[in-house]
T-cell receptor, first 115, second 111 residues
Framework: DAEITQSPRHKITETGRQVTLACHQT?????MFWYRQDLGHGLRLIHY???????NKGEVSDGYSVSRSNTEDLPLTLESAASSQTSVYFC??????????????FGPGTRLTVL | DQQVKQNSPSLSVQEGRISILNCDYT??????FLWYKKYPAEGPTFLIS?????DKNEDGRFTVFLNKSAKHLSLHIVPSQPGDSAVYFC??????????FGTGTRLKVLA
């Protein structure tokens, strides 16, 4: 069965370190997204991609970067981790071929703690 | 500026009764609205959606109502079951394939 996976599921790091969160989907979806979930804020979009070599900034992109070298993967990198980036991170994908209003499929999430 | 708002952080309902979750939005240009359900330690899962040209969409126990003049949508769950206990997010489609999410409502269905 097609799926979307994230790794690691839990990560503890120190302020200033570079961290990369992996996202891998086997749906063959062109669209991929990264969100962070924080209490009182819901899900906020960090970066998104509509296909290979395409990346775009979301509403909370400062301090994060992504790259899209193939259809399956969209790794999220925190260049220099800050305590404010402690959060739960979700990756999602969707298929533009299904038309507008299409649903997104979410990964299980990565809980990141920055000390 | 929160374009999609869920003003009730939590809701408790007796099993078998109706659960009504509400969502307000500010942008009249949103094309689609979706509801997602999220259990602890899992990613959100799609529940139901509605196009802005419709005012109702039904799928089993779940019905979404859209009131464009009031910029308001609601999710009705009838009858509510203990397994429905989760956090529910509404989301609005902005432009292409970007979704703006509300802050979520935690539903607790009491047995």
């Amino acid at each position: 069965d097609a799926e979307i996976t994230q790794s690691p599921r839990h990560k503890i790091t120190e302020t200033g370190r570079q961290v990369t969160l992996a996202c891998h989907q086997t749906w063959n979806h062109n669209n991929m997204f990264w969100y962070r979930q924080d209490l009182g804020h819901g899900l906020r979009l960090i970066h998104y991609s509509y296909g290979v070599q395409d990346t775009n900034k979301g509403e909370v992109s400062d301090g994060y970067s992504v790259s899209r070298s193939n259809t399956e993967d969209l790794p999220l990198t925190l260049e220099s981790a800050a305590s404010s980036q402690t959060s739960v991170y979700f990756c999602a994908s969707s298929d533009p071929g299904q038309g507008p209003g299409l649903k997104q499929f979410f990964g299980p999430g990565t809980r990141l703690t920055v000390l | 500026d929160q374009q999609v708002k869920q003003n009730s952080p939590s809701l408790s309902v007796q099993e078998g009764r109706i659960s009504i979750l509400n969502c307000d939005y500010t942008n009249s240009m949103f094309d689609y609205f979706l509801w997602y359900k999220k259990y602890p330690a899992e990613g959100p899962t799609f529940l139901i959606s509605i196009s802005s040209i419709k005012d109702k969409n039904e799928d089993g126990r779940f019905t979404v109502f859209l009131n464009k003049s009031a910029k308001h949508l609601s999710l009705h769950i009838v009858p509510s079951q203990p397994g429905d206990s989760a956090v529910y997010f509404c989301a609005a489609l902005s432009g292409t394939y970007k979704y703006i999410f509300g802050t979520g409502t935690r539903l607790k269905v009491l047995a």
